[in-house]
């Protein structure tokens, strides 16, 4: 399970585990679960176009990224943010019907899209992501705070920042560099699950808000280690254990959640 | 007001919004340290005069400054009227207090035991030590706008805007946030713009009074401005100033004898401006 082949799998796995734990409390504090399901699905189809023109996925993947983000965050005023998703996935999906036809790619690469590739990555591949995540986290760190009391209250944060908006953008942006780091790593459908299932759980557990962001990264980055070496031992898709992972994460916020009301009242 | 530089100074303030004027020319001026109600009853424009403040409504014409160097955001404290707090967010009591004091500022929160003493100060001062640790969320109404007083003013603002910081709050919560507010701004030097739409339990605080009617302000101080005559020129029809069991309750014409009679029966619950 730790052979050589194997330690470009656990470390990218690692890496993109804490970007999505980290920016996952975001989007379930900011309650944008339904955006951050779009963005990364969205985006596939842009790995589609890729290969159609012969380029490095990546880029797909980043300009559907951007497109996406500037959909979403122009369409969306107030509380029209589902809408605006719900819009984009409808037009990136379509296109890439168009593109999948078009290519011709395998089936084994979508699949690969959708439910992640972890095994068998090269080290240029870990390397390009490790740079690129310590981008995502440090942005993240700076705006931790003001993205925080965004939160709480946009009200409150345009008041104490003159104005926002711009902390939506910035939080869209995030996900958007997310999406790209995870995708080729865990899929378009499963890194959704990583975002949201350890950030749930994690805020039933603590009333501090960064403690919640920690636990988030924590549970993320043990389901995914979980997964791993599920998968090594039953020959199952990691995407499986990924996604069970994910939602026992879920569940257990849950069923914490309603225990700590019925205990306080 | 004229030798000391105004904290506040609004200029015939004119906005429309969706094509209807909601201010008309509304002006005033609050100098450090005052305290003013901002009275008027339901849709007067109240929330709209604090947001154009708060500069998220544009003027279309007249003008708002603050005192040099307040821009909103630094020196401007703000509780909104409306606000709806999660209560699956990870966040006590104390963290939304902490977060009014830097929650503004990049990169990460490093544990610091001034910033700490400040927001226990702060949560003592509002009497909100005994939920401090409390998730926000869960808390009721009327501690949850003790907290946003507490989260406004951590950061000494030289202006503080408060939209109905009194509705959720009992009587005797009124009176202790008003004797709280009025203490500290003088303490601070803060000026203070409260809205409400009862100026009752704010007479004995208040420096000044704004009092907003369809969008026209008349301001300056309460005994100047909360008369039969005044307030009967704003509105453009005749009201009156009835004053019953020590409260003031503005009526139309032909409503107020029905309203003493009312007011006799049950001064509790007195509603009601035109
Ligand atoms: N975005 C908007 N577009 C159109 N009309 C608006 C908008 N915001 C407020 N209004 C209108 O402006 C008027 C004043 O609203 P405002 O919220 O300022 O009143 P208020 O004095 O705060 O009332 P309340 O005591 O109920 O809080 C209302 O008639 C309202 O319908
Ligand atoms: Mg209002």
């Known amino acids: ?265 | 007001m004229s030798t000391v530089a105004a904290a506040l100074t609004v200029e015939r303030a004119c906005v429309e919004l969706g094509g209807r004027p909601i201010l008309r020319e509304v002006s005033f001026q609050l100098a450090p340290g005052e305290f003013c109600g901002l009275i008027g009853s339901n849709g007067s424009g109240k929330t709209t005069l604090l947001r154009a403040i708060l500069g998220f409504v544009r003027l279309d014409s007249g003008q708002i400054r603050l005192a040099d160097g307040t821009t909103a955001g630094r020196l401007v404290g703000y509780v909104p009227q409306k606000i709806a707090l999660d209560p699956g967010l990870p966040l006590r009591a104390r963290d939304v207090v902490a977060l009014g004091l830097d929650g503004a500022r990049l990169g990460p929160a490093l544990p610091s035991r001034r910033r700490a003493e400040q927001v226990e100060q702060m949560l003592h001062a509002v009497g909100a030590e005994a939920f401090a640790d409390q998730r926000v969320g869960l808390l009721s109404g009327g501690q949850q706008q003790r907290v946003l007083v507490a989260h406004a003013l951590v950061r000494r603002p030289r202006l503080l805007l408060l939209d109905e910081p009194l509705a959720n709050l009992d009587v005797r919560s009124t009176a202790e946030i008003v004797a709280l507010l009025r203490r500290l701004s003088r303490e601070y030097g803060a000026a203070v713009l409260l809205s409400a739409h009862d100026m009752n339990p704010l007479l004995p605080a208040m420096d000044r009074i704004v009092y907003l009617a369809h969008g026209s302000a008349v301001a300056g101080k309460a005994e100047e401005v909360v008369r039969t005559e005044v307030l009967s020129e704003l509105y453009g029809y005749h009201v009156d100033v009835v004053r019953v069991h020590g409260r003031v309750v503005v009526v139309a014409a032909e409503a107020s004898d029905q309203i003493r009679a009312a007011v006799a029966r049950d001064p509790v619950h007195t509603a009601s401006v035109p």
Do not use: K
Request: charged share 10%; proline share 3%.
């Open chain 1, 1 to 265: 399970m730790f052979a050589p082949f194997m330690v470009h799998a656990w470390l990218l796995a690692t890496i993109v585990a804490l970007v999505s734990g980290a920016i996952g409390f975001f989007v379930v504090a900011r309650r944008a679960a339904f955006p951050a399901h779009a963005l990364p699905l969205g985006a596939f189809p842009g790995a589609a176009a890729a290969s159609l023109l012969g380029v490095n996925q990546l880029l797909g993947l980043a300009v559907f990224c951007a497109l996406g983000v500037l959909v979403i965050s122009q369409l969306q005023r107030g509380e029209r943010r589902e809408v605006a998703s719900a819009l984009w996935l409808a037009l990136s999906l379509a296109a890439g019907v168009l593109l999948l036809s078009l290519s011709g790619v395998y089936a084994q690469s979508i699949n690969g899209l959708l439910f992640g590739q972890v095994l068998g990555v090269s080290r240029e591949q870990v390397v390009s992501v490790a740079v690129l995540s310590v981008g995502a986290l440090g942005v993240l760190a700076l705006f931790a705070r003001p993205l925080l009391l965004d939160s709480l209250s946009g009200e409150l944060a345009a008041a104490a920042l003159g104005r926002t908006g711009r902390l939506e953008w910035i939080f869209l942006a995030m996900l958007a560099l997310t999406t790209v780091i995870a995708v080729p790593v865990v899929g378009a459908l499963l890194v959704f699950t990583l975002m949201v299932g350890p950030a749930s759980a994690a805020r039933a557990f603590t009333n501090r808000p960064w403690r919640a962001l920690a636990g988030s990264v924590a549970l993320s980055v043990a389901s995914v280690w979980g997964a791993i070496a599920l998968a090594y031992l039953t020959n199952w898709p990691v995407g499986l254990f990924v996604g069970l992972l994910g939602a026992a994460c879920y569940v257990s916020g849950r069923l914490r959640s309603a225990g700590a009301v019925a205990q306080a009242g």
